[in-house]
């Protein structure tokens, strides 16, 4: 038994140098392993090969440090249903990936997590995480949609648009500006908001004429490649602090459509590193 362990541990070990070897393709497939065999198999040899030690968690209900991953894991094995994780757009460049996903955790739920890696190692993690909501506004689905990483001479062009998008409009209230940023058919994935731009253009009127707080404060991360940006931000929804996870698909020099992860920000985490 010793001997297999120590042959397992050695694959382990080259897979991660190969990993580390591929750069960002590596790193993608490391992220994606690690949800669906680091935590939904519970392979606890993976996480120590792929994880660094001092792994900074961001999701309140995990503790810190590899250590606390692997505690995760413990908790993740007592659930009935057992945890499911189906990864459906994978992207990133550098040392950040990011995964939109639709899971089976206490009920179906729709997550996007955000990547650090240095050296081929998880550095850290953040997540926002959704209940799924089948009947939508517009009538598409929280996950559907295209899924082809394309443009990639256009990444650095579409990271812009979209962190104008968010800076102008949906930080600095300037609603004006929506046109130069969305498309007239813009295809939305959030469950309560209609489909093209008027549609996210009415969503945001009922907001005020409710009096529904609505707005981002803070615009943390933004990552990109090619036609797909994700951005990562917290804000106010409801009078409630809120992150915001939002995934852009870019074509043709506009924002064509939009998925999401929105999650209320709990006031205690398993950690001190908060959300963000």
């Known amino acids: 038994m010793t001997l ?16 580390a070897a591929a750069g960002p393709a590596g790193n993608k497939a490391t992220a994606v392993a690690l949800l669906e065999q680091g935590l939904a198999k519970g392979d606890r040899d993976f996480i120590r090969a792929h994880v660094a030690e001092g792994y900074i968690q961001h999701n309140p209900q995990a503790a810190d440090g590899r250590e606390g991953l692997l505690g995760f894991v413990d908790f993740l094995e007592t659930l009935d249903p057992p945890v499911q ?24 739920k729709v997550i996007i997590d955000l990547f650090r890696f240095e050296d081929g190692k998880l550095v850290e993690h953040w997540d926002a995480i959704q209940e799924e909501v089948t009947e939508t506004a517009s009538g598409r689905s929280m996950t559907d949609g295209a899924t082809e990483i394309t443009d990639l001479e256009k990444t650095d062009v579409n990271k812009a648009l979209v962190t104008g998008l968010v800076t102008d409009v949906l930080m600095g209230g300037d609603l004006a500006r929506i046109d130069s940023y969305i498309r007239a058919d813009y295809m939305q994935h959030n469950p309560y908001v209609p489909d093209t731009r008027d549609g996210l253009k009415g969503f945001i009127a009922y907001l005020a004429e409710n009096e529904i707080s609505f707005g981002y404060t803070k615009l943390h991360n933004v990552v990109a490649e090619g036609n797909f940006v994700m951005t990562q931000a917290e804000g106010i929804y409801d009078g409630k602090p809120t992150a915001f996870y939002d995934l852009w698909r870019v074509e043709d020099g506009l924002i064509a459509e939009h998925w999401d992860a929105v999650q209320e920000i709990p006031a205690e985490f398993a950690h001190g590193n908060g959300m963000f």
Do not use: D, M, Y
């Open 4 to 19: 297999l362990k120590n042959a397992a541990a050695a694959v382990l070990a080259s897979a991660a140098a190969t990993s």
């Open 85 to 108: 994780v189906n990864p459906i757009r994978v992207f990133g460049v550098e040392n950040f990936v990011v995964i939109h996903q639709t899971a089976e955790f206490f009920g179906p």
